[in-house]
């Protein structure tokens, strides 16, 4: 299969898996974690530098889901990926599992920081990408941030400090999908135009479509081939992406399926396991 072709079907089975997860978990996340699976697919199994059987390598490629409700869909990449068994991510939200509602950079191999309070990712992105610099290292940054999490004025410092130490080895993705939990992101706190702000926060800037594998790949080309200044993807998506029922639903954001509805949506997404 071609490249394109390869992302294509491990989103799908990214994208069956967070189904799966969360109607087992009864608990969690399915809106955003759709929304952003083609752009963790598309890091995961194309861009990032990692090696499975050496999560710790100080040469590794990083990455921080900022997001970090959406941690389903970072448990599935890994897991398909070879960090760990497949077997475990039926364990998500259970007592005694790794894989608990927010990634855990301490028990989980391949997460590289601990998230879930909207506004902290990126800070921590920022910090490691500034470490990169200071040990003169090659490694990049990647982040992946909720559209409704831009709410939060540390997002703005940390855009504005990685400017300033000309962060060119970080690239984030900004999943814009219009809705968080409580409706729409402009009628909650507006805070568009997304790509102008970072603009003026001295970033490199790029809108795509984060539902299209070839125009997030030649986003990230490009913002390899930037320097002097950190890159922000602007991704156009969709919530809840691939499943009709929830495509577009801000009730989606923190529901869950039941078996009726996790098997209808996994038909719907369609391809192999």
Same mark, same amino acid.
């Given at each position: 299969?071609?490249?394109?072709?390869?992302?294509?079907?491990?989103?799908?089975?990214?994208?069956?898996?967070?189904?799966?997860?969360?109607?087992?978990?009864?608990?969690?996340?399915?809106? +955003?974690?759709?929304?952003?699976?083609?752009?963790?697919?598309?890091?995961?199994?194309?861009?990032?530098?990692?090696?499975?059987?050496?999560?710790?390598?100080?040469?590794?490629?990083?990455?921080?889901?900022?997001?970090?409700?959406?941690?389903?869909?970072?448990?599935?990449?890994?897991?398909?990926?070879?960090?760990?068994?497949?077997?475990?991510?039926?364990?998500?939200?259970?007592?005694?599992?790794?894989?608990?509602?927010?990634?855990?950079?301490?028990?989980?191999?391949?997460?590289?920081?601990?998230?879930?309070?909207?506004?902290?990712?990126?800070?921590?992105?920022? +910090?490691?990408?500034?470490?990169?610099?200071?040990?003169?290292?090659?490694?990049?940054?990647?982040?992946?941030?909720?559209? +409704?999490?831009?709410?939060?004025?540390?997002?703005?410092?940390?855009?504005?400090?990685?400017?300033?130490?000309?962060?060119?080895?970080?690239?984030?993705?900004?999943?814009?999908?219009?809705?968080?939990?409580?409706?729409?992101?402009?009628?909650?706190?507006?805070?568009?135009?997304?790509?102008?702000?970072?603009?003026?926060?001295?970033?490199?800037?790029?809108?795509?479509?984060?539902?299209?594998?070839?125009?997030?790949?030649?986003?990230?080309?490009?913002?390899?081939?930037?320097?002097?200044?950190?890159?922000?993807?602007?991704?156009?998506?969709?919530? +809840?992406?691939?499943?009709?029922?929830?495509?577009?639903?801000?009730?989606?954001?923190?529901?869950?399926?039941?078996?009726?509805?996790?098997?209808?949506?996994?038909?719907?997404?369609?391809?192999?396991?």
């Amino acid at each position: 299969m071609s490249t394109i072709e390869n992302l294509k079907f491990m989103s799908q089975t990214i994208r069956k898996d967070i189904i799966s997860m969360l109607t087992a978990s009864a608990s969690g996340h399915p809106g +955003g974690s759709l929304s952003s699976a083609d752009i963790i697919t598309t890091l995961y199994f194309h861009e990032m530098n990692i090696n499975p059987n050496n999560p710790k390598d100080s040469n590794r490629d990083r990455f921080v889901l900022s997001k970090g409700h959406a941690a389903p869909v970072l448990y599935s990449a890994l897991a398909r990926r070879g960090f760990y068994s497949v077997d475990e991510l039926v364990t998500l939200r259970k007592f005694g599992s790794n894989l608990q509602g927010h990634p855990n950079m301490h028990d989980v191999p391949g997460v590289d920081m601990s998230t879930g309070s909207l506004g902290q990712g990126i800070s921590a992105a920022v +910090g490691m990408a500034l470490a990169g610099k200071i040990d003169n290292k090659s490694y990049r940054i990647y982040a992946v941030l909720g559209d +409704g999490e831009l709410e939060e004025g540390q997002v703005w410092e940390a855009a504005m400090a990685a400017a300033h130490y000309r962060l060119d080895n970080l690239t984030i993705f900004i999943d814009f999908n219009g809705l968080q939990i409580d409706g729409d992101i402009k009628e909650v706190m507006n805070p568009c135009p997304i790509d102008k702000k970072f603009e003026a926060f001295g970033w490199n800037v790029e809108v795509i479509d984060g539902h299209d594998y070839e125009e997030i790949i030649n986003a990230l080309e490009k913002a390899r081939k930037t320097k002097g200044t950190p890159t922000c993807i602007v991704c156009n998506t969709i919530k +809840g992406k691939g499943v009709s029922f929830m495509e577009n639903q801000s009730a989606w954001h923190g529901a869950v399926p039941n078996k009726e509805q996790c098997e209808k949506a996994i038909k719907e997404i369609g391809g192999r396991l």
